[in-house]
C-alpha cells in the first residue's frame, strides 16, 4: 500500500470514529413557532455528518435566542458538556458560523475554549481548516457577521419605535391591569393595541387608594404593607406569585397607569437608562387619575429613604424628624431613663450634647410625653380653629396681591421689551428688503443683538408667567372641614397615621428654655387645604455626616419661618 492510500484509510478510520454534537438555533419565537428553520437545520447537518460517517453524540437547540451574547441554556449546557472527563463528543457542527455566535470576540473566545479540551467548532456550509490563512478567514467571517447583526437591530428598532409612534403594540411584558387587543392587519402583520383589563385594574386602583388613604382602619399604609395586605387577602400577579416590594413600587411608579407608555426606555442588554429623546411615549386607556398619580409620586419622594430616615416616616415615636434644639440646630431624639421605683421616662434630648457634650451644646431635655401633648394641643386650639385658619389664609393673600403687583410691572416691562425689540427687527428687514441698506456685518451683529435681546424678554417672560400662579379661593365650608379632619386625624390613630398629618404643615419644632416654637409656612399650609401635595425638597437627610463641616445648607433660623401659631 503507497503512503497516499495509507493517509485516506486512516482519515477514513478517523472519520467513522469521530463523534459530533449538532447545535441549532433561530433568533426569534417567531421563527421557532414557524417550525421550519430547525428542523431544516437539523436536516442538513445529519445529511452531512452522515456522509462523513461521522457518528451524531447529541443535539443541543436554542430557540428564539439571539446569538450576540452567550447567554442561552442550551449553549451553555453544550459548552460545559464539551469540557467533562469522558470527552463525549470531537467536533460541534453548526449550519454557519452565526448560528454559533455571531460578536467576533467571543466566537474566537469559545473557538479557542473548546480547543483545549480537545473539540473543533464546524461549519457545513463555510469549511475551513485549521491553517492560519482560514483562521483569518473565520475571523473575517465573524466580523461580517457581527456587522449584520448590529445593522439588523438598528434597523429593527427603528421599526419598532415607528409601530410606537403610532400607538401600536410591540411585544414587551404587559402591565398589570392591561391587555393586548388586535386593532387591525397590514400584510401579514396583525397590530395590537394595549386596553384596560377591567378585573386586573381594579387591584391598580386598590394599591393606589390603600398607599393614600389607606383601608379605612389605619390612614395611609406603605408599600411592604400594601404587599402584605394584598397577599393575607388572596390577591395575586398574573403569573399567580405573591405580591412583593419591589412589583408595588414599580406599580405605584409606572406613568402607563395615567396613559403613558413609555417603550426604548432602557437597553435590553445592559439595562441602562437610554436618553430622553430616544423613548418613545404612547397613549393608553388611563386607569389612574393623573392628580392622584402626582400625589402618591410625591409622597414616595418624601418617604424615599435616601431623604427621610425610615424611623421618620413609620417609626413610633410621634415628633421623630421634627423636634430640634433652639441653641444648635440639632436633633432632639429619644432618650429613656429609669428612676428608683423601676418606671421608666422617656425624653427628647438633644442628641448634639448627647454625643459630644456640653462643650458642643448646653443640651436640653423635655419629656416625651409632655411634648406631644403640648404641640397637639396647641395645633388643635389654634392652628386648625376655622377662625385661626381663616386669618392665615387672609394673610397669604394679602402678601400674594401685594406681590402680584411687583409681578404686575414686571410682566408689562417684559413685554414693552418683547414688542421694542419686535418692531426694530422689522424696521432692519423692511431696509434690507427694500435696498436701502446692505446685510453687511455691523448690521449682522445688530440683528443678532436683537434678536438675543428679543428671546431673553421671552423667556424671562414665560418664566414668570408659570411662576404666578392664580390665588386658591376656600369658603368658610372648606375652611371648617380641613380643621376638622386635622383635629381629628393628629390626635388619634397611630403613631406614623398622626404623624404624617403634622409632618404635612410643620416643618420643626424648636425646644428652648421656657419656650416652644412651632415652625411652619403659610403658603404650605395654603396648598395642603387646597388638597395638592407638598413634596419635600429632596435633600438627602439619611446620609451619616453628609455634611461634616456644616458649611452648607445650614437650619434657617427661626426669622425665616413662618410661625403657624401665634
Request: hydrophobic share 35%.
Amino acid at each position: 500500500m503507497n503512503v497516499e492510500a495509507r493517509i485516506r484509510n486512516d482519515q477514513a478510520h478517523q472519520d467513522a470514529a469521530t463523534r459530533a454534537c449538532l447545535y441549532l438555533r433561530v433568533s426569534t419565537g417567531r421563527q421557532a413557532e414557524s417550525d421550519l428553520s430547525i428542523p431544516d437545520q437539523r436536516r442538513q447537518l445529519t445529511q452531512w455528518s452522515q456522509a462523513r460517517t461521522w457518528k451524531i453524540a447529541a443535539e443541543y437547540a436554542d430557540l428564539g435566542e439571539t446569538a450576540t451574547d452567550d447567554n442561552r441554556a442550551e449553549f451553555q449546557r453544550m459548552i460545559e458538556r464539551a469540557g467533562d472527563d469522558d470527552h463525549p463528543f470531537d467536533v460541534i457542527v453548526v449550519h454557519s458560523f452565526s448560528r454559533f455566535f455571531r460578536d467576533a470576540f467571543g466566537l474566537e473566545m469559545y473557538v479557542r475554549r473548546l480547543a483545549k479540551h480537545g473539540v473543533r467548532l464546524v461549519s457545513i456550509t463555510q469549511e475551513l481548516g485549521d491553517d492560519p490563512a482560514q483562521v483569518m478567514m473565520r475571523q473575517i467571517i465573524a466580523l461580517f457577521d457581527e456587522y449584520q447583526s448590529r445593522e439588523n437591530s438598528k434597523h429593527v428598532l427603528r421599526a419598532m419605535k415607528e409601530n410606537a409612534r403610532q400607538g401600536f403594540y410591540n411585544g414587551s411584558p404587559l402591565p398589570l391591569g392591561y391587555a393586548v387587543e388586535e386593532v387591525e392587519k397590514r400584510g401579514a402583520r396583525i397590530k395590537k393595541k394595549l386596553v384596560v383589563d377591567a378585573v386586573e385594574a381594579e387591584t391598580i386602583k386598590l394599591m393606589f387608594r390603600l398607599y393614600r388613604l389607606g383601608d379605612g382602619k389605619s390612614g395611609p399604609i406603605g408599600i411592604k404593607a400594601i404587599a402584605s395586605w394584598l397577599n393575607t387577602r388572596g390577591y395575586r400577579t398574573r403569573n399567580g406569585g405573591l405580591f412583593g416590594v419591589g412589583t408595588v413600587h414599580k406599580i405605584l411608579t409606572n406613568t402607563v397607569y395615567i396613559g403613558q407608555w413609555i417603550f426604548n426606555r432602557r437597553c435590553a442588554k445592559t439595562l441602562q437608562q437610554k436618553p430622553e429623546g430616544e423613548r418613545i411615549v404612547v397613549d393608553v386607556p388611563p386607569i389612574i387619575e393623573t392628580g392622584e398619580f402626582e400625589a402618591v409620586q410625591a409622597s414616595l419622594k418624601s418617604r424615599d429613604p435616601r431623604v427621610a430616615a425610615p424611623r421618620v416616616v413609620t417609626g413610633p415615636i410621634l415628633l421623630t424628624g421634627l423636634t430640634v434644639c433652639a441653641s444648635c440646630g440639632g436633633a432632639m431624639t429619644l432618650r429613656t431613663g429609669t428612676s428608683k421605683s423601676g418606671a421608666v421616662h422617656k425624653y427628647y434630648t438633644c442628641s448634639t450634647c448627647a454625643r459630644q457634650g456640653k462643650v458642643a451644646c448646653k443640651g436640653r431635655s423635655i419629656p416625651m410625653q409632655k411634648l406631644d401633648d403640648l404641640v397637639t394641643e396647641h395645633l388643635y386650639e389654634r392652628l386648625f380653629h376655622p377662625a385661626r385658619l381663616t386669618a392665615i389664609l387672609a394673610s397669604v393673600a394679602a402678601n400674594r396681591a401685594e406681590k402680584a403687583l411687583d409681578v404686575d410691572r414686571r410682566v408689562a416691562g417684559l413685554q414693552t421689551e418683547v414688542t421694542d425689540a419686535e418692531e426694530k427687527l422689522k424696521r432692519l428687514y423692511k431696509m434690507v428688503e427694500d435696498g436701502v441698506t446692505d446685510l453687511d456685518d455691523i448690521l449682522k451683529d445688530r440683528l443678532a443683538s436683537l434678536k438675543f435681546d428679543r428671546d431673553r424678554a421671552k423667556t424671562a417672560l414665560d418664566r414668570i408667567k408659570s411662576h404666578n400662579a392664580a390665588p386658591t379661593a376656600f369658603d368658610s365650608e372648606a375652611i371648617e372641614r380641613f380643621g376638622r379632619a386635622m383635629r381629628e386625624n393628629i390626635t388619634s390613630g397611630d403613631i406614623p397615621f398622626r404623624k404624617a398629618y403634622i409632618q404635612s404643615v410643620v416643618d420643626r419644632i424648636e425646644v428652648d428654655d421656657g419656650v416652644v416654637r412651632i415652625i411652619g409656612d403659610k403658603s404650605t399650609l395654603e396648598q395642603v387645604i387646597a388638597g395638592k401635595a407638598v413634596a419635600s425638597g429632596g435633600v438627602r437627610r439619611c446620609v451619616p455626616k453628609w455634611r461634616t463641616r456644616r458649611d452648607s445648607n445650614p437650619w434657617p433660623l427661626p426669622s425665616e419661618g413662618s410661625a403657624l401659631s401665634s
